[in-house]
């Protein structure tokens, strides 16, 4: 007898079906906006913090419910309506059932975790074995499912979170081309800066960083190769952690490099931020890099919060970062007397003598990582997933060139597809360098020297002019030591420049999460840069 109830599988291939349709309906880069800003309703759980939600629920003010009902609402007025942000890429359609689920729990046996009936949007790079689908937003992954929850998705759930949505990245993480607009993806359209809406939001988490900055979730989860998460926190005016490769494991993560890749938190305040890291990090046997992080895991990140963090801190300066952008350079020299005022030691100037010196060997490394990761990755998919390997889609790229390259083309995934195997001396010669360049003889040699505890430097310059034409135009940033060392960082906002923001980035050496939050909760505390966005459709140049 056939039952009239589809299966989980009917549900998922119903789900695809839909999905497909809707990705491969016209897809627009948006006319940019003009004349008057839009005007966006008020919203009550403006910038409200983790801790205020919990309280909210506790008191029975809100619900889980009510607060995804609230938080759906807001995507729908100012996400796909209102100035059409454009940063969440697609919801979760059992995000109210879910909730209910989570309010139910809390009255029977007390709440899951820190993050119980928390809203939370993370990138669409990131698997979830739901009725979403994850497809680095591309349309040659619309359709495929998951079979079982990435670590972090699990992570999450685990912990009581509802993943209200996915939000748009830069398609493939900005790794597809070298002419790409970021924020831009062929399944999501082109994400817009809350803050000047004609601006970029950066990339390749630019939706989770518009996202939350815009209140359209509690928190947010990025990922980073170089940049990704640090790029857009600074840029849309949040707090953004790029932990040290392993502290999150990269299992069910659409990848890029195995060296460099890494999730972590984007979040309104460093203390949200603090949480939400705890509950992503841990060891997983799927991803080998996390062993190391075994007996570096801290019980809980929010007990380096401390108002007094910078006191007898030692800061290094890395002025090769500086220089860019004069209103940047301003804003950093307030924030190095910020810290001077809050007791720390500032050492100026503390430079990585090898920074720049791995230009064509970071590219190497991407490039043969991303054809030997990508092609494992898309290998495990299963019958659902219309491409199993780089090559496949480069193909399907082509097919649908116009719906897929209307504005850049897809260079870098033709030279990565040229690549040897890992075990080619190229790759492994290239490997060594940069990891000696930026480890021991960059960053951990400079702290030596110094005798630091951190460095810091500008996160990026303000938000440039999308331009689907010439692609990005971003002038600088101190993303590149870290990243390529797998070492930490974390943005803070550090102020503005014509009503954009611009971020102050706290880095040093692996496991030094704890050191960095204390630091960056400290500056946070002291100089409250943080303002939620106006949804301006021109910058303000008389500010």
């Known amino acids: 007898m056939r039952s009239n109830k589809l299966s989980r599988r009917g549900l998922l291939q119903a789900s695809a079906v839909t999905g497909i349709a809707a990705a491969f309906a016209p897809i627009h880069a948006s006319a940019l906006p003009v004349g008057q800003p839009t005007q966006v309703p008020t919203f009550e759980l403006d910038e409200s913090t ?72 993370i990138k669409d790079n990131i698997d979830t074995a739901d009725r979403m689908m994850t497809t680095a937003g591309s349309l040659a992954l619309v359709g495929a499912t998951r079979a079982k929850d990435s670590f972090v998705a699990g992570k999450l759930r685990q912990a009581g979170a509802l993943i209200l ?207 030997s990761d990508l092609n494992a990755y898309l290998a495990r998919l299963g019958p659902s997933a219309p491409v199993h390997s780089l090559k496949e889609v480069i193909a399907f790229n082509e097919r649908f060139r116009e719906k897929e390259m209307p504005y850049f083309g897809q260079e870098l995934f033709l030279k990565a597809e040229a690549k040897g195997p890992l075990t080619t001396k190229e790759y492994r010669d290239a490997l060594e360098t940069n990891l000696r360049l930026m480890r021991a003889e960059g960053i951990d040699a400079t702290m030596d020297k110094f005798k630091l505890d951190a460095l810091v430097g500008p996160s990026g310059g303000p938000a440039w002019l999308t331009d689907l034409v010439n692609g990005d135009s971003d002038l600088g940033g101190s993303a590149g030591a870290a990243a390529i060392g797998g070492y930490p960082s974390i943005s803070v906002p550090a102020g503005f420049v014509f009503g954009l923001p611009v971020g102050i980035s706290f880095f040093g050496r692996a496991w030094s999460e704890q050191t960095l939050i204390k630091l960056a909760y400290s500056f946070e505390q002291a100089t409250r840069i943080r303002k939620p966005p106006k949804f301006l459709p021109t910058a303000d140049l008389q500010t």
Not at 83 to 103: Q, W, Y
């Open 50 to 121: 983790i801790a205020e939600l919990h309280h909210g629920m506790e008191s029975g003010r809100f619900t889980a419910r009510s607060l995804a009902e609230i938080y759906l609402s807001r995507i729908e007025a100012i996400d796909k309506g209102g100035p059409g942000l454009r940063s969440v890429i697609e919801t979760n359609p059992d995000a109210l059932s879910i909730a209910g689920a989570l309010d139910k729990e809390r009255k029977v046996s007390g709440p899951r975790g820190p993050l119980h009936g928390i809203p939370v949007l």
């Open 165 to 371: 949505g996915k939000t748009n990245p830069s398609e493939w993480a900005n790794i597809r081309s070298t002419h790409s607009t970021s924020g831009w993806s062929g399944r999501g359209g082109l994400t817009r800066n809350p803050y000047v809406l004609n601006r970029n939001a950066c990339g390749s988490s630019s939706g989770s960083g518009a996202g939350v900055s815009a209140n359209l979730c509690a928190a947010a989860v990025g990922t980073e190769t170089n940049g990704s998460i640090v790029c857009p926190s600074s840029a849309n005016g949040v707090v953004g952690i790029k932990p040290t490769v392993g502290l999150i494991s990269r299992s069910g993560i659409i990848p890029i490099s195995h060296t460099q890749d890494t999730a972590g938190p984007m979040c309104r305040t460093v203390r949200d931020a603090a949480i939400l890291l705890g509950v992503l990090a841990g060891v997983d046997p799927e991803d080998s890099a996390t062993l190391a992080a075994r007996d570096r895991l801290a019980p809980d990140y929010t007990k380096s919060l401390s108002p007094d963090g910078l006191r007898g801190a030692r800061i290094g300066v890395v002025r090769k970062y500086f220089g860019f952008h004069a209103a940047v350079d301003a804003l950093m020299e307030q924030s190095l007397d910020a810290m001077k005022k809050l007791g720390a030691t500032i050492v100026d100037p503390a430079d990585i003598e090898t920074i720049g010196k791995t230009g064509e060997t970071e590219l190497l490394v991407l490039l043969y990582e991303l054809k």
